[in-house]
C-alpha cells in the first residue's frame, strides 16, 4: 500500500558535499490519466537537472493519485515526492457565481471555437493554479516552485541551481517563453486590472513593467503573458498582500467563469505590476518545449556547453507570436 507518504528515499552519500540548495519544491498538477506525459516530463528533469540536486516533488490533483499513478512516479526518481489532494473549496466554482450566466458563456466561447471555451474543470484548473497551488497543505513549507506539466521537453543540462540563482538575484518569477494570450478569453480582464489599479494604488510597484504589460502606457492590454506551464517563482510573493488583493479582486469579478481567464495572463500581470521589471527573469539558457512552441538558447556557447538537443534557429523568441522583443525592449527602457 502507498498510502504512507511522504517517503524520503534521498540516496545523498556522506562525502559528497549537498550541493546548494533553496527551500524549493518542483511542482505538478496533473490528472492520473497524465502519467505517461507526467513520466515524459520528470524523466527529462531528473536527466537534465535533477539528479544532481535532489529538490522534493509535489504532486496535486483534485481527485485521489491512483496507486498505479504514484507508483510510476517513484520509480523516476530518489527526491522526496509528495502526492496531495486538492480541498474542494479550491478547485470547484465558487457558489456566488451565477451558473446560468457561467454556462452561458462557455456556451458562447464553445461557438466561438475558442480552445477549451466550453471546458468548466479548465476554467477550474486556471483559477486553481492563479490564486490556490501555492495554499495547498503540502505546498507551505516551501518558498520557491518550478512548474512542471505532463509532455514537456528540457533540452539542455541544467547544471546552475536556478532556485539559488532567483534568491541570490532578489527574483520573484522566472520564464522561458512569453507569447500572446487569446483575446477572446479575457474580454474585460483589463478593465478589472484598471480598476484594481485605482483601487489600490499603493500596491502598485514603482519601476514595474506597465509598459510590457500594457500599450499604451496603462490603456489597454499587451496580450503578452509569460507561458505558464513553465515557472520558477517566489511563492512569497504570490502569498503576499499585493497579489493576495489582487487575486481577490479578480476572482470576485467573475471572470474565471463568465470569460475564460488564464493562470498565465493572471500571474503575469500579478508579477508585471506588484514587482519590479528587474525581479522577473528570463531563463534564457534553459531549452524548453511544452505543445509546438519551444524555447531554445541562442548563445552558442550555452547552447554547446550544456549539451543542448534543440535547434536554436526555430527558436520560438523571434517569431511573430512571441512579447520576447518587447520584454527586452521593456528591460532596456526602449517600451
Ligand atoms: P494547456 O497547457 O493550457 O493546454 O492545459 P493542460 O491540459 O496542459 O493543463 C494544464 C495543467 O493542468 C497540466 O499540468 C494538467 O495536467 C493540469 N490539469 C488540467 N486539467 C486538470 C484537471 O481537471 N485535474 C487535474 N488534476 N489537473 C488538470
Ligand atoms: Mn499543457
Redesign the pocket.
Known sequence: DLDGFPQDTNPTLPDEPAPQRANATLF????NS?ITGVVNSIKQLERRFNHKFHYPYVF????PFTKTFKQRVLELTDSTVEFGLIPREHWIQPDWIDEEKAYRARQRMKSLGVLYGESL??R??CRFNSGFFFKHELMQKYRWYWRV??DVKFFCDIPQDPFVFMEEHDKVYGFTITAYELRATIPTLWSQVQRFIEDRPELIASDNAMDFISSPHGLQYSACHFWS?FEIADMDFWRGPAYTAFFEHLDLAGGFYYERWGDAPVHSIGVSLLARKDQVHFFDEIGYQ??NWMHCPTSSQAWADNKCTCNPLTTFDKAAGSCLTRWENTMTGQQ
Request: aromatic share 6%.
Open positions: 505538478m498538477l496533473a490528472r497524465d496535486l490533483n483534485n481527485v474543470s479548465y477550474n484548473m506539466e505532463p506551464n511544452h505543445e
